[in-house]
């Protein structure tokens, strides 16, 4: 049961593992400190294989990104710019910038051309479908089926092309099952946890009844649980699918259905996985119940770490309700958490990599840097698959394509579809990466330096 969550202390999960001699410990160090200078992500030429029109697009769309008047009004300025140029204007303007920049396409041609082109680069797709809801957002059963046949076409293009290599698609809950009902089974299973088996036998067509949920909504549940087992059923041995985290007032509840599908799904291999949001500061007591409650249960466990994204509206509403504020008071306080339960996930997978995997997702370098020691420190394979890497498609290239070029698993987050259906999905991202986005100076200025390098290779040859 959910409520027999364990939090055991580390070395009560695993022993630490040891280098076995001096000497091993002696090339450890020595490969670390190669290491050290290969991953210092400061070489321009890792654009090298980026087009002129790609380093342009790239410096002008984060120039743009780096004023945040222009970050935190764009969906206005978005709305006003679609009024005034009309539909047809609108997607001319956006798709040669903003679109082409974060977006992979349109089609499954598109699509594909873009995910070829990065397979060439040593990259692999993590294609996300821009769906979600909010509170308040709800569409209806209809909607919601729709939202499924959506995810299905995602497993399929994911699995079916020449650029799928060991693919991985991102999932949001909430555009499968009402924000509302999460909400209410938050608020139910704080108080009366419940069993996985119980979700897990309405998965599987039972016309369970659910402690607290009158008809209507147990019925919407059951209704929730067998898409999400169809979305399974079709990934399984094919993609890997991980659940992505939303808000704290829901949360719980996605996190309840996620472990149900991975104690169904996960039992010889990490096809579902689920998101550990580490600005929370009861992050790493949420992942020793995760792996606590996977041995227990018997499941294979797969983790998607991020630091989060949800920072100023989780304060505002803690504030609003008179509620502890549930995030960490500094970005220190973060990055420790972060690197704490990066270090715990990189002991655990040391000595079982076939039961945990990993996906350190995060533009952080610093982080990057400390599991690619870890590593090497506890003998982790850079392409065994136990551990890879994650940023977001258009974003932090000099880190993604460098970790590539070493041998790294890397992957690059990847939504897809038209401009109106991306355009709520850009906003909403670039609204709670604000700060990421901001903050993207030093890949500008790699960008200018190959832009320059290039320039002076012209003139010479045209000299």
Same mark, same amino acid.
């Given at each position: 049961?959910?409520?027999?969550?364990?939090?055991?202390?580390?070395?009560?999960?695993?022993?630490?593992?040891?280098?076995?001699?001096?000497? &091993?410990?002696?090339?450890?160090?020595?490969?670390?400190?190669?290491?050290?200078? !290969?991953?210092?992500?400061?070489?321009?030429?890792?654009?090298?294989?980026?087009?002129?029109?790609?380093?342009? /697009?790239?410096?002008?769309?984060?120039?743009?990104?780096?004023?945040?008047?222009?970050?935190?009004?764009?969906?206005?300025?978005?709305?006003?710019?679609? !009024?005034?140029?009309?539909?047809? =204007? +609108?997607?001319?303007?956006?798709?040669?910038?903003?679109?082409?920049? +974060?977006?992979?396409?349109?089609?499954?041609?598109?699509?594909?051309? &873009?995910?070829?082109?990065?397979?060439?680069?040593?990259?692999?797709?993590?294609?996300?479908?821009?769906?979600?809801?909010?509170?308040?957002?709800?569409?209806?059963?209809?909607?919601?089926?729709?939202?499924?046949?959506?995810?299905?076409?995602?497993?399929?293009? *994911?699995? *079916?092309?020449?650029?799928?290599?060991?693919?991985?698609?991102?999932?949001?809950?909430?555009?499968?099952?009402?924000?509302?009902?999460?909400?209410?089974?938050?608020?139910?299973? @704080?108080?009366?946890?419940?069993?996985?088996?119980?979700?897990? /036998?309405?998965?599987?067509?039972?016309?369970? *009844?659910?402690?607290?949920?009158? %008809?209507?909504?147990?019925?919407?549940?059951? *209704? =929730?649980?067998? /898409?999400?087992?169809?979305?399974?059923?079709?990934?399984?041995?094919?993609? @890997?699918?991980?659940?992505?985290?939303?808000?704290?007032?829901?949360?719980?509840?996605?996190?309840? #259905?996620?472990?149900?599908? $991975?104690?169904? +799904?996960?039992?010889? =291999?990490?096809?579902?996985?689920?998101?550990?949001?580490?600005?929370?500061?009861d992050s790493r007591s949420l992942l020793l119940d995760a792996l606590s409650l996977s041995k227990n249960e018997g499941f294979c466990l797969g983790v998607k770490l991020v630091r989060g994204a949800y920072m100023d509206k989780e304060r505002k509403l803690a504030m609003k309700e008179g509620h502890q504020d549930p995030i960490h008071q500094s970005w220190e306080d973060t990055n420790d958490s972060y690197n704490g339960c990066?270090?715990?996930?990189?002991?655990?997978?040391?000595?079982?990599?076939?039961?945990?995997?990993?996906?350190?997702?995060?533009?952080?370098?610093?982080?990057?840097?400390?599991?690619?020691?870890?590593? %090497?420190?506890?003998?982790?394979?850079?392409?065994?698959?136990?551990?890879?890497?994650?940023?977001?498609?258009? $974003?932090?290239?000099?880190?993604?394509?460098?970790?590539?070029?070493?041998?790294?698993?890397?992957?690059?987050? #990847?939504?897809?579809?038209?401009?109106?259906? !991306?355009?709520?999905?850009?906003?909403?991202?670039?609204?709670?990466?604000? !700060?990421?986005?901001?903050?993207?100076?030093?890949?500008?200025?790699?960008?200018?330096?190959?832009?320059?390098?290039?320039?002076?290779?012209?003139?010479?040859?045209?000299?």
């Open positions: 049961m959910l409520c027999s969550y364990l939090r055991p202390s580390l070395p009560h999960i695993l022993p630490l593992r040891l280098l076995s001699s001096a000497a &091993s410990r002696v090339a450890a160090v020595k490969q670390h400190e190669l290491l050290s200078d !290969t991953l210092a992500f400061e070489d321009p030429r890792a654009f090298k294989v980026k087009s002129l029109g790609e380093l342009l /697009r790239a410096l002008g769309v984060f120039r743009l990104c780096s004023f945040p008047a222009l970050v935190n009004n764009c969906g206005k300025l978005m709305s006003v710019a679609r !009024t005034l140029l009309g539909k047809r =204007g +609108f997607s001319l303007l956006l798709r040669p910038t903003v679109y082409a920049q +974060f977006v992979a396409g349109e089609n499954e041609a598109e699509i594909s051309q &873009s995910m070829q082109k990065m397979s060439l680069q040593g990259m692999r797709p993590m294609l996300a479908v821009p769906i979600e809801e909010d509170l308040g957002e709800s569409t209806g059963e209809k909607r919601y089926d729709d939202n499924m046949d959506t995810m299905l076409e995602c497993v399929r293009m *994911s699995h *079916s092309n020449a650029w799928s290599k060991d693919p991985m698609m991102q999932l949001k809950i909430t555009a499968l099952l009402s924000p509302e009902l999460c909400v209410k089974l938050t608020n139910i299973i @704080r108080q009366q946890p419940y069993d996985l088996n119980l979700l897990i /036998r309405s998965m599987d067509g039972e016309p369970i *009844s659910f402690p607290g949920l009158d %008809e209507k909504e147990a019925a919407h549940l059951r *209704s =929730g649980l067998l /898409r999400l087992n169809k979305i399974a059923e079709a990934s399984v041995n094919k993609v @890997r699918v991980l659940v992505d985290a939303e808000y704290t007032y829901m949360n719980p509840a996605l996190s309840l #259905v996620a472990m149900a599908m $991975m104690k169904k +799904f996960n039992k010889d =291999g990490t096809w579902i996985w689920n998101t550990y949001q580490c600005y929370l500061k990066l270090d715990l996930m990189l002991d655990v997978i040391s000595q079982e990599p076939e039961r945990y995997r990993i996906i350190v997702a995060t533009h952080n370098e610093e982080s990057v840097r400390r599991a690619v020691k870890r590593m %090497e420190e506890l003998g982790i394979e850079r392409d065994g698959g136990s551990v890879c890497f994650g940023q977001l498609l258009g $974003m932090c290239d000099h880190v993604s394509l460098t970790l590539a070029k070493e041998g790294y698993l890397v992957y690059k987050s #990847v939504p897809y579809g038209s401009v109106d259906e !991306t355009l709520p999905y850009l906003v909403r991202r670039a609204q709670e990466n604000h !700060t990421v986005l901001q903050g993207i100076r030093k890949e500008r200025d790699l960008l200018r330096k190959e832009l320059n390098r290039r320039l002076r290779l012209s003139l010479r040859g045209g000299s």
